[in-house]
């Protein structure tokens, strides 16, 4: 059984029969006439619910398949942990499937009857009603003596520290969501189930048939509640020693089977469990099922679609959009660091200007700060390709002659992708001084963006005093506002900053310095321009001839005059 299903396995056989629906294949419903005997009958009924369990985990898993293609789409596929539920239901898949090559016996039929597929397919409709989702029974260790907690989607500590692994001190949480704030465990629990755990611990009702007769429990112990109370204040006490975005999980319990109305034992069960701050949903109100490509939109909504109408762009991606990586085919060079090279593989394998960027920008006014444009034009001007400053020159529209229209066409000379006319170029330069900004800070941010360069305090506090979306690919400073704001307690969402962290960055190419290794392994030697400009002119070529669709003439096939080339790298090697 999953550790998700917290009636445990002593449970009686009536009980687990009613995870399997079978009673359209009873012995009542077989015609007149029918010479079968009462075991081909029940055979028959084991391979029909055999057949009806495997039909639903085939959908379920069809279901989760869809899901993370979803996931795909919107560029989320690892912001939801869902490999350890997957894994369960094709376990559960497989035991059918071993189960329906063995011969029918009581033991096949009662591993048929307690199939865990209910409880899998209660947990996924859960799923399904639930926003913004983080993971599927997920483990979560927490120390009960936490007063403060941490925060329990990044793992930054706070004031007590990290908790120590322990299975003690951790609980399964079936679906999480609402961005890590929300959490959901699944009991099938049932109403006998509840008496008889009762019966076990001596709790009665007075002696008395009557319904009005008061339930009277006896005192609490921790060590011997039945297993829901457990279960609940297991949770509860996991939830008060973590927080989400400074805030504390809200918990609910889903009990499909159980009826507590006009049931003065169970009522009393269900009481005490909402006592510790548990919401408990049950009967009819559980969330029944619905066609996943109806509701994967709000399972996990496309992050650019909470983005402000005008954006905020940080120097990091100021440089990713003019970046060489990012506009054209860049093959690896002996004289790359590590980064650079990892930046070419990245590239390779998803490109980020029409894959995240170009989305991420679509129709939305596009503004950054002066001292992260001048930090920009810095960087471009000292290392920066031609190509790269003729981009930089487009993308902040030095020219204001030029209309939006024609910056785009400039841009699209120097990109091997098509560069949308969605994009509204250019950036608007705008002024991030204290008096700009000051009116609409709240009273952490100066404390939270202390210590922070002058560039970063312009950048961030800009879009936050603003209320707009600031998009950058810096995770070291994100994370670092991110656990400064952990350290305060019960922040409302509209403190925090609108923040998008882009999931790769992108430098400038560069120039070649003086001390690369070439492959040849005999030092170093100058690059003079006349070989630098035949590189470039190639290069631009091999952009013409993706963006045209067949390869471009080349007009000066025989480059230029290498005589200097041959006498730098000769005078190099004495």
């Not at 899901?67 to 497989?94: C, I, N, P, W």
């Not at 089977?257 to 009481?271: F, Q, Y």
């Amino acid at each position: 059984m999953s550790p998700g299903v917290t009636h445990d396995a002593t449970a009686g056989l009536a009980d687990k029969m009613e995870n399997l629906d079978v009673s359209s294949n009873s012995a009542d419903d077989i015609e007149d006439g029918d010479e079968s005997t009462p075991g081909e009958a029940a055979e028959a009924n084991m391979s029909t619910a055999l057949s009806d369990l495997t039909r639903r985990a085939d959908a379920l898993l069809a279901d989760l398949a869809a899901f993370k293609d979803y996931l795909k789409t919107v560029k989320q596929e690892s912001s939801v942990e869902m490999a350890h539920f997957r894994g369960t239901v094709q376990s559960e898949l497989s035991m059918l499937g071993r189960l329906a090559t063995q011969p029918d016996s009581e033991a096949a039929r009662h591993v048929a009857r307690s199939s865990n597929l209910p409880f899998l397919e209660t947990v996924w409709n859960v799923a399904k009603a639930s926003k913004d989702m983080v993971a599927l029974q997920k483990r979560i260790y927490f120390d009960p003596s936490a007063t403060k907690g941490y925060d329990a989607n990044s793992g930054q500590a706070t004031i007590n520290g990290r908790p120590k692994r322990s299975r003690h001190n951790s609980t399964i949480v079936d679906v999480i969501a609402n961005g890590g704030r929300s959490w959901t465990k699944v009991s099938l629990v049932t109403n006998n189930r509840i008496v008889f755990d009762l019966a076990k611990q001596g709790w009665c009702s007075g002696g008395s048939d009557s319904e009005d007769e008061e339930f009277n429990p006896p005192d609490q112990d921790d060590d011997h509640d039945i297993p829901l109370v457990k279960v609940a204040r297991e949770l509860a006490t996991a939830a008060k020693t973590l927080r989400i975005r400074t805030q504390h999980p809200a918990v609910t319990l889903i009990l499909p089977r159980l009826e507590p109305d006009g049931r003065p034992e169970i009522e009393a069960i269900v009481k005490e469990c909402r006592s510790l701050g548990v919401r408990i949903i049950h009967g009819k109100d559980v969330p029944s099922h619905q066609p996943v490509d109806d509701v994967v939109s709000s399972m996990m909504s496309d992050p650019f679609d909470t983005f402000t109408d005008e954006i905020n762009v940080d120097c990091t991606l100021l440089l990713a959009l003019v970046s060489e990586f990012s506009h054209a085919k860049v093959r690896q060079e002996p004289w790359f660091h590590k980064a650079l090279n990892r930046q070419v593989e990245i590239e390779d394998n998803e490109n980020l200007l029409p894959s995240l960027l170009y989305p991420a920008m679509r129709n939305r006014r596009l503004v950054s700060t002066t001292e992260a444009v001048e930090r920009m034009r810095e960087i471009v001007l000292t290392i920066g390709t031609p190509s790269e400053r003729a981009r930089s020159a487009i993308l902040l529209g030095e020219d204001p002659s030029k209309s939006p229209q024609q910056l785009i066409d400039e841009m699209q000379q120097w990109s091997a992708y098509e560069v949308p006319s969605t994009w509204l170029l250019p950036i608007k330069v705008v002024d991030a001084g204290e008096n700009a900004i000051a009116a609409g800070l709240p009273e952490v941010a100066h404390q939270v963006l202390h210590g922070q360069t002058s560039i970063n305090k312009s950048v961030f506090l800009y879009g936050w005093s603003h209320g707009i979306t600031t998009i950058t690919s810096n995770r070291t400073v994100v994370k670092e506002i991110e656990n400064r704001l952990n350290k305060y307690e019960d922040l409302d969402d509209a403190t925090w900053p609108r923040i998008w962290l882009c999931p790769t960055a992108r430098s400038l190419v560069g120039k070649e310095k003086r001390g690369a290794k070439k492959d040849g392994g005999k030092g170093a030697w100058p690059l003079p321009d006349s070989l630098r400009r035949e590189q470039q002119r190639r290069h631009g070529l091999d952009v013409l001839s993706v963006r045209e669709g067949h390869e471009v003439a080349d007009l000066c096939p025989n480059g230029y005059d290498y005589a200097d080339v041959i006498a730098a790298k000769l005078e190099s090697e004495r």
